[in-house]
């Protein structure tokens, strides 16, 4: 029975596939050049090809794995990384590209091009080191195209639309050019970053997907938001209420095996916050499920009951008084 291969090349906008400095013509944004990153991982019968772009000028259309006799090659029988790449407006590539054309990473060789202007095509001859030509493969292209990156500006919350393959994503908040948290983990597609927009400056987070196989996207990074010293105060501490919520009801509870969740009239889901739905406060964790029983945080207690909905001024089931802020008293 022939062993089957899998080969994935991540979709996406990403670091794996960049293009260098290049010279442009002025009237026409002519792309004179272009750089392709293909990554791998994986050993024996089971390989993963990794390819995406993160270029301001064109972007990957298509990734997947033809055979040698498709193009006409040398070697019938050998695997050919074909790569689509499509102009984004304004730019065109030039015919003096395809001498211009550099594979990085794992190792391939430039078997073709075709195309010109709005888009080109690229065949990759992939080595024997990690292709094995005598063993039938099955294609599957991953999504890790992270886009609509956006600021909740009361929250301090960083969005953005799901990769359609990602398991999770990494976040990094940065102040000015400087890394104001390590690289985090985010399960959804939202990070509360309150707690460390702690003093004025101008705030970004970078983002990528990560696939169920450990292969990783390139890096995308926000837009800039400007923060204020009094801003950043309300924020690092939740507001006058130390708590933050939209203060709306008109989302929507959604069940899954694993619990609650509450998406906002917005579409996004709260991870690790609170939100005031119907007059009452409710806590949901780093995967955006909605948590009963002792809740820590902000170096505070609070007490949420088998619904979810956060006890105030009263006595907890197991006999502790919390305030009207819903806060452990001590008591």
Avoid at 131 to 159: M, S, T
Avoid at 214 to 228: C, I, P
Avoid at 296 to 323: E, F, I, L, Q
Wanted: aromatic share 12%.
């Amino acid at each position: 029975m022939i062993s089957r291969k899998k080969i994935l090349a991540i979709l996406g906008a990403g670091v794996l596939l960049t293009a260098i400095p290049f010279t442009a013509m002025a009237s026409s944004n002519a792309i004179s050049e272009v750089s392709i990153i293909i990554n791998s991982a994986g050993n024996g019968n089971d390989l993963d090809v990794s390819v995406s772009t993160d270029s301001s000028m064109y972007h990957l259309d298509k990734a997947s794995v033809i055979k040698g006799s498709d193009i006409d090659w040398k070697n019938d029988e050998e695997s050919i990384l074909e790569v689509g790449l499509t102009a984004d407006d304004g730019y065109t590539f030039s015919k003096g590209c395809y001498k211009k054309i550099t594979i990085n990473g794992s190792q391939g060789t430039i078997a073709g091009v075709k195309g010109r202007y709005s888009d080109l095509t690229v065949f990759i001859s992939l080595s024997d080191t990690y292709i094995n030509e005598n063993i039938k493969r099955d294609i599957y292209v991953c999504d890790l195209n992270v886009y609509d990156l956006e600021w909740d500006e009361i929250k301090g919350v960083g969005n953005w639309n799901a990769a359609a393959d990602a398991e999770k994503y990494q976040v990094q908040l940065y102040r000015g050019s400087q890394s104001v948290t390590s690289v985090l983990t985010a399960e959804n597609t939202s990070f509360d970053f309150s707690d460390h927009i702690t003093k004025a400056g101008s705030y970004t987070y970078k983002i990528r997907a990560i696939s169920d196989t450990s292969l990783k996207g390139g890096w995308k990074k926000s837009e800039v938001w400007h923060v204020n010293s009094e801003d950043a105060g309300k924020i690092s501490s939740g507001g006058s209420s130390e708590m933050k919520g939209p203060g709306g009801s008109n989302g929507s509870w959604l069940e899954d095996e694993k619990g609650w969740k509450y998406k906002n009239t917005n579409k996004r889901y709260t991870i690790s916050n609170w939100d005031l739905i119907n007059g009452k406060w409710y806590y949901f964790n780093e995967s955006g499920y909605m948590m009963t029983g002792w809740i820590n945080w902000k170096d505070k207690w609070y007490y949420c009951g088998d619904d979810g909905a956060m006890d105030t001024d009263t006595t907890t089931p197991d006999g502790y008084h919390v305030g009207n802020d819903g806060a452990w008293t001590g008591v």
